[in-house]
């Protein structure tokens, strides 16, 4: 069911220029979405791929019709939307089903809604329940049930209203991974077989290959605010076969764009960076030490796309480390490949005193938010300052979720570089009194 | 084990952050009261008195009659909290403006001392039902609703407002209708928190029953046939004996109940369990599985099953679960502001009235009267909650730590918890006056009857969920006892023991105004507190003088929550829970 270009299905939805903002402390606008336009059409598969931060799942939300773009529409055959979508169905990553009602309750709560006869009800849930392989199983509640076999409750409850468009919020990424392969090939088996129920599936994902796989267009997200970075096209026809030179090139080729510097974040030199302009990565110390350690013990020097699927990582939990390891200069990114720096290489081969130097002073110089907390506790009178002066600055340009998330991983860091400590009953950082706070910019 | 739990349920007890609203909320209890008092004093001219005094029999055979009364009361007030539950509950979470005055009312309503009420209620009532004694019964079950609705009303508000996302917006894709989200959605949601805390105030219930079946208003008598005032007869007649008979008819009742009416529910509710919320031990039932063997629910289900469709499309006329995706900011702003200035000066206009009310009547000095008169209570309190601790918590303890004890404890805690404490004080009366020991001292047992289980109960339900992994811990670290007690039980139980203290201060608040002044045959024992001033302006029927009462104690309620209960609380929650 390749699509080419030329001959597109009907148009199903239209997002036209939308813009999505929250309004942070200060009445300062905090960007998720800037200028998206997409459209889906019948017959064709569309991912959307992107980091955490991207936007993909608000995007999604807002073609479903939960939230409202700042600026901008969504129209669905033309029409705008004033509510929730008419012509969509929704299958989660949490599965949201009810917990208290039946398989089959729950696929027949949607045709209830719709006003549908009980005897015709029963009728087509029961051919979902069929179609989606969940037979025997119509009266067990979805705890007695594994993971992905409420997932495929989850398809059945979407597919049994037929609706035009099926939505699918990284719908496998709460699976185990043989479990998520298998209900993938089951679900691809049924769209290239013609029966599928719907017309067109917008999935959103951020694992590369799980989008490669599915879909016919790839539109891949840009982080801070979310933006359509490109859109790629999958000429590949059905089954598709991973090893394929042109499938692994294409995954090469979107693992560099997801973590290829997008310009107007990493130009900014690392020494006046602000905390706002630059947000640290949600790294923990210990995660981005057991990075550079692998890239070491190789060599020095690894393939991403290579090492995610070997130690079987989703990019969202393995970029956030790649991210944080180049922001201090302890790896680089060169094409798909990590490189270990010199920094690195000390870093990781040092005794723990030592290492903790190296950090330390690597946190202070090139980690804006480190460093604005160092040089906030070096004027203060006592060495110690309260978090919530922090939390205050932070939610001029971030949702107060994010600033929160923000300070977390500068403490983190800064804890354990010894350059500061954090005592959570009072919500106080105090100053390591052994610590150098502002003399980094000349040691570094 | 469904003891093993803390009462009133985190649910229950969460509360939005209110700085401002505060004062809001202090001045709006002022008005409701006046309101009250103004509604209940323009109904007292069509007043019958005549009307209503049953003469209750000491007989014993009457027994059963009376307590069947007294049950059907209990369960008609339930089936009202119900349904407050759930349109109170429901139209707090759903409309954002109406939230911003219903959560801080009920919030006073929790607080207001209702007994102080019961003459203003009973007078209300009665003029609504001339020369029957429906306003009566009215006005019995209104108490017992009071003691059951606000918790019930809290914990469903909270499930409701703490729904899962995803449910959320599964139910707006399914263009679910808001009978049909309401019924599959909502209430199996929050029927766990609802069932539990329905059946913990259904406990509390009893303290009101007791207490609104025999009252005296407006130097008047009134009695209702029921379990409560057979007490108070046999307690006026000066017959132990019967005194004691009935309390073993209201143990059995407790239990009964328990066994065929909440334990059924709570073992049904399981099924309402979202998995990843937490594991207690599931409750289960004998009854229940009686009834599931039974052909019985099968056939029900049979009957009233075709019912569900048609109702569902009537009621499609409340429209969808959802909610315009646009709203226009300077319109929703103007819309806060013109609600904002209504609800406010409708309290402002009602305090003025309230206190221009007080200074032409009894004179504002009443009000530092009555607030050093609280003060007399308020020691009380403490005295009850300090020794309710000391002896309370190394029971509590060590009962929760050991399972087998546990095992036996839990039903008697149970019943020690729902028990009228009210149904004591005639047997406490008569020690006190056969010992001449001034009910200035006494007061503080009488009041402590009732509040302190809930400690215990609470203390009990923290001990028993120490994790055992840190007990052992404890053990291989050979913690010395002081050390044990500080690093680790202590700091354990904090959270439900702040629950337990809040439970039992507010009890006693509330206690205070039945036990500062008893009866026992001919002698009226009087203590001087705040409770009794209540008590006393209550059966003269002296307006003023009752708002003045319940304005003060609502004050120290209310004070004493926000300034020392509610910041514990947070501790608690931020700092030792498990």
């Known amino acids: ?444 | 084990m469904a003891v093993l739990r803390s009462f009133p349920s985190a649910e229950a007890l969460r509360r939005p952050r209110q700085s401002l609203v505060d004062v809001a909320v202090v001045a709006g209890a002022a008005t409701l009261l006046w309101g009250l008092v103004q509604l209940s004093r323009g109904v007292t001219a069509p007043f019958d008195s005549a009307a209503p005094a049953a003469a209750i029999s000491t007989d014993p055979a009457d027994l059963p009659y009376y307590a069947a009364r007294s049950l059907l009361r209990m369960f008609v007030a339930l089936v009202a909290s119900v349904a407050f539950t759930f349109v109170y509950a429901t139209a707090a979470a759903r409309l954002r403006r109406a939230e911003k005055v219903l959560l801080p009312a009920l919030d006073i309503l929790q607080s207001v001392p209702v007994l102080g009420f019961l003459s203003v209620t009973v007078t209300g009532f009665i003029a609504l039902f001339p020369g029957s004694t429906l306003g009566l019964e009215c006005a019995s079950v209104f108490a017992i609703f009071t003691a059951q609705a606000w918790n019930m009303t809290f914990a469903f508000y909270q499930s409701l407002v703490s729904q899962p996302r995803d449910l959320d917006e599964a139910s707006r894709i399914l263009r679910l209708s808001r009978w049909q989200r309401f019924w599959r959605v909502d209430v199996p949601g929050g029927m766990i928190p609802l069932v539990w805390n329905g059946m913990m105030s259904f406990g509390g219930g009893w303290f009101f029953l007791v207490a609104s079946e025999s009252i005296s208003v407006l130097n008047h008598q009134f009695t209702l046939p029921g379990i409560g005032s057979y007490v108070a007869a046999a307690s006026d007649a000066r017959e132990l004996n019967h005194v004691l008979l009935a309390i073993g008819v209201m143990v059995v009742m407790v239990i009964g109940v328990n066994v065929l009416f909440w334990r059924p529910l709570t073992a049904w509710a399981e099924r309402f369990r979202v998995e990843d919320s937490e594991a207690a031990q599931a409750p289960r039932s004998v009854v229940l599985n009686l009834l599931r063997r039974s052909r019985l629910p099968r056939a029900l289900g049979r009957v009233l099953g075709p019912l569900g469709a048609p109702i569902d499309r009537v009621m499609a006329v409340f429209g969808l679960a959802e909610y315009p995706l646009r709203t226009s900011p300077t319109r929703r702003r103007a819309g806060d502001v013109v609600f904002g200035v209504a609800v406010l000066a409708v309290i402002a206009w009602g305090l003025l009235r309230a206190v221009e009310y007080v200074r032409s009547t009894v004179g504002l000095g009443e009000f530092p009267h009555a607030l050093g008169l609280g003060l007399i209570t308020f020691g009380r309190v403490i005295v009850l909650v300090v020794v309710a601790t000391l002896v309370w918590v190394p029971i509590g303890v060590w009962i929760g730590l050991n399972p087998k004890v546990s095992r036996l404890a839990q039903p008697v805690v149970q019943v020690l918890a729902s028990f009228p404490a009210n149904f004591l004080f005639p047997l406490v009366t008569a020690l006190l006056v056969a010992t001449g020991i001034s009910l200035n001292w006494g007061g503080i047992l009488l009041m402590s009857l009732g509040a302190q289980w809930y400690v215990l109960f609470n203390v009990i339900a923290g001990a028993s969920a120490v994790p055992n992994d840190l007990r052992e811990a404890a053990a291989s670290l050979r913690l010395p006892r002081s050390l044990w007690w500080r690093k680790l039980i202590l700091p354990a139980i904090f959270p439900s023991y702040i629950t337990g203290g809040i439970t039992a201060a507010g009890g006693a608040w509330n206690a205070s105004i039945v036990a500062e002044i008893v009866k026992y045959g001919p002698t009226t024992l009087t203590a001087t507190g705040l409770g009794a001033y209540v008590a006393e302006a209550t059966s003269a029927g002296d307006f003023p003088r009752i708002l003045v009462g319940v304005a003060a104690m609502s004050l120290y309620v209310v004070a004493l929550n926000r300034l020392f209960w509610r910041r514990l609380y947070a501790l608690a929650q931020q700092r030792y829970t498990l």
């Open chain 1, 1 to 444: 069911m390749t699509v080419d270009q030329g001959s597109r299905g009907e148009l199903l939805v239209d997002v036209d220029a939308v813009h999505k903002s929250f309004t942070g402390a200060g009445g300062a606008e905090l960007k998720v979405l800037e200028d998206i336009r997409l459209s889906i059409h019948a017959g064709e598969i569309v991912a959307l791929l992107g980091k955490s931060g991207s936007g993909k799942s608000t995007l999604l939300r807002t073609i479903a019709g939960l939230i409202s773009p700042t600026r901008g529409t969504v129209r669905y055959r033309g029409r705008e939307l004033t509510g929730a979508n008419p012509g969509v169905a929704m299958v989660f990553q949490t599965f949201a089903l009810m917990p208290w009602l039946t398989v089959q309750a729950n696929v027949e709560l949607g045709l209830a809604a719709r006003g549908v006869p009980q005897a015709e009800r029963r009728d087509a849930a029961l051919a979902a329940i069929d179609l989606i392989g969940l037979d025997g199983f119509e009266s067990a509640y979805p705890k007695e049930l594994s993971g992905g076999m409420r997932q495929r409750v989850g398809f059945a409850r979407a597919l049994v209203l037929e609706p035009d468009l099926l939505l699918m919020d990284e719908p496998f990424s709460a699976l185990d991974v043989l479990t998520a392969e298998n209900l993938r090939t089951e679900l691809m088996s049924l769209w290239t077989g013609q029966q599928f129920p719907t017309k067109g599936i917008c999935i959103v994902t951020h694992n590369i290959e799980e989008a490669v796989l599915l879909a016919d267009r790839v539109i891949v997200l840009g982080s801070n605010p979310g933006r359509i970075l490109a859109e790629l096209p999958v000429p590949f026809t059905r089954p598709r076969d991973r090893r394929a030179p042109a499938f692994v090139a294409l995954v090469d080729q979107l693992y560099d764009l997801l973590t290829g510097r997008e310009p107007d974040v990493y130009e900014a030199a690392p020494a006046d960076a602000t905390p706002t302009a630059r947000p640290l990565p949600q790294a923990s110390v210990g995660g981005m030490a057991g990075l550079v350690e692998i890239v070491y013990a190789r060599g020095g020097r690894v393939d991403l796309p290579e090492i995610a699927a070997e130690l079987s990582f989703e990019i969202d939990d393995l970029l956030p480390l790649v991210d944080g390891a180049t922001m201090l200069d302890l790896l680089s990114v060169l094409g798909a490949d990590l490189v270990l720096t010199d920094t690195g290489r000390a870093w990781t081969t040092a005794n723990i005193q030592d290492s903790k130097k190296i950090f330390a002073g690597q946190a202070r110089s090139r980690a804006p938010l480190v460093r604005t907390v160092c040089r906030a506790l070096a004027t203060s009178a006592d060495g110690s300052l309260r978090e919530a002066f922090f939390l205050d600055l932070l939610r001029r340009g971030f949702s107060t979720e994010d600033a929160r998330q923000q300070l977390d991983t500068a403490i983190d860091w800064g804890r354990y570089g010894e350059l500061y400590d954090f005592d959570a009953s009072t919500g106080e950082i105090t100053a390591d009194p052994a610590a150098a706070l502002v003399d980094a910019e000349a040691a570094s």
